[in-house]
């Protein structure tokens, strides 16, 4: 009597049990659930069926425990509905001998959640990104031709044609003749406009006849890295109303994000253990680690910054090898809401070698600051000039300075050096690389788009 109940009981369990995972497991997989991992915006329908072949497997381990629990409520509900307990005990069955199906259930729910969770879905979810990132070129097409554009971090890349393409480069490997082909992965853009966005506001637009873009694997398989360059480029900067023109200028590789927010409960055990041990290896503590040292040290440079301009000499002194500032103000205060100072009637005096100005501007009074210099331009220029040949002097070597007013530097440095004949241009770097450089625009990348002696730039 007894076994015939149990196993009664175990066919109602696992009825209801497999027909509730698989309800819940393809609206979990279908209707979002396990695909809002994936943070890429367009997917193509090849690439959401080959997902959808790793998101099943991961959605029925998370969708399991609550089945199990639903179909035990159900058929233990009805037998207690129908005073089923009752009928057992009269007939001296212990009842409790009835809940064995249930714990046999409990046991291999778990058993199988727990393997799943800890020692597959980690492998499904790095193969997920995998098939994204393979698939990177016909993303990106996707974007732009439904949409018009995508985004990338602070950029918006808006195009009106957008070709994709693949082409075999040889190189040097360990093929048979020394070398091996190498499948590469493009898009040729044209018409391209691109924008740049900072806190909601407009900063930077600007137009390229076309752009192309290469996609190859990182070191080891990983990343994908982006190398691109726009031909015809225009740029305008909001900010400083500057206009920049390049015929060709190239981006320096990218590698592209990651598309699957790493997340706690999709690492297996050992990561697990790894990262409570030293969470900040984790990415998303080392970021608010991060955030908060550059936060206090931020309000530490601020507190210092008020102390000076309260102190006995109501000065703060900001200066390195050439330059030196020094920042007065009537009326200094903290602000606790963002730890930054709140200055009235602000004095700044700048002193470069032996000259320097005064700027004077008060925040409240909403005007644009004056500034004074002590010198003329032409005499700070002289004075540079005569300071970097003293330290050319010091090193046996004689140059011939020369200061050309009223020029944009760029093109003075262009015409200067074809006038005298010149074999090298060398010139420093400010720093910017990949699409920042576009954007913000430079005079050593304008040189070295137009110029025709070779061009130096020292970093």
Not at 19 to 46: D, R
Not at 125 to 147: H, K, N, Y
Not at 289 to 311: D, F, M, N, Q, S
Not at 395 to 409: C, F, K, R, T, Y
Request: charged share 20%; proline share 4%.
């Amino acid at each position: 009597m007894l076994k015939t109940l149990q196993w009664y009981i175990t066919r109602e369990l696992v009825k209801t049990f497999v027909l509730t995972a698989l309800g819940l497991t393809l609206v979990f997989s279908l209707c979002g659930g396990v695909l809002n991992m994936i943070q890429a915006e367009v997917l193509t329908a090849v690439q959401v069926m080959r997902i959808l072949t790793f998101v099943l497997p991961v959605a029925t381990t998370l969708t399991l425990p609550v089945a199990a629990l639903f179909a035990c409520a159900v058929v233990y509900g009805r037998f207690a509905a129908d005073n089923e307990f009752d009928a057992c005990k009269a007939s001296g069955i212990n009842i409790l001998r009835l809940f064995a199906p249930a714990m046999g259930l409990s046991v291999l729910t778990a058993a199988f959640t727990f393997a799943f969770a800890n020692f597959v879905i980690p492998g499904f979810i790095g193969r997920l990104e995998a098939i994204v990132r393979a698939d990177i070129q016909r993303v990106i097409t996707q974007a732009l031709t439904s949409r018009g554009y995508i985004k990338y971090g602070p950029y918006v890349l808006h195009a009106k044609h957008v070709e994709p393409y693949e082409k075999e480069e040889r190189q040097t490997g360990q093929g048979t003749d020394g070398q091996e082909i190498r499948k590469v992965k493009g898009l040729h853009i044209r018409d391209a406009a691109f924008l740049m966005i900072e806190k909601d506001a407009l900063v930077r637009v600007g137009t390229a006849e076309q752009v192309q873009v290469e996609f190859s694997l990182g070191q080891g398989g990983g990343a994908p890295v982006a190398t691109a360059a726009m031909v015809d480029v225009v740029a305008l900067d909001l900010t400083h109303n500057q206009l920049y023109q390049w015929p060709r200028q190239p981006f320096s590789p990218m590698e592209l994000p990651s598309n699957i927010d790493q997340n706690p409960k999709w690492l297996n055990l050992a990561d697990l253990f790894k990262y409570l041990h030293r969470p900040t290896e984790f990415s998303k503590v080392r970021e608010d680690v991060a955030k908060t040292r550059l936060l206090i040290r931020e309000c530490l440079v601020y507190r210092h910054a008020i102390a000076e301009l309260r102190g006995p000499k109501k000065t703060l002194t900001l200066q390195d090898a050439r330059r030196r500032y020094d920042i007065k103000a009537e009326r200094a205060e903290h602000d606790l809401r963002d730890f930054s100072p709140d200055l009235r009637n602000v004095t700044v005096t700048e002193r470069f070698g032996h000259h320097g100005g005064t700027l004077k501007w008060d925040p409240a009074s909403g005007e644009r600051p004056g500034y004074e210099e002590s010198l003329s331009q032409e005499e700070i220029a002289n004075e540079i000039l005569a300071s970097a040949k003293a330290m050319a002097s010091e090193q046996g070597i004689e140059i011939d300075a020369l200061h050309i007013a009223d020029a944009v530097p760029a093109d003075a440095i262009i015409e200067t050096a074809q006038a005298r004949d010149c074999q090298l241009i060398a010139m420093a770097s400010h720093g910017r690389s990949g699409l920042g450089r576009i954007l913000l625009g430079s005079q050593t990348s304008d040189v070295l788009a137009r110029s025709g002696i070779p061009v130096l730039v020292v970093r």
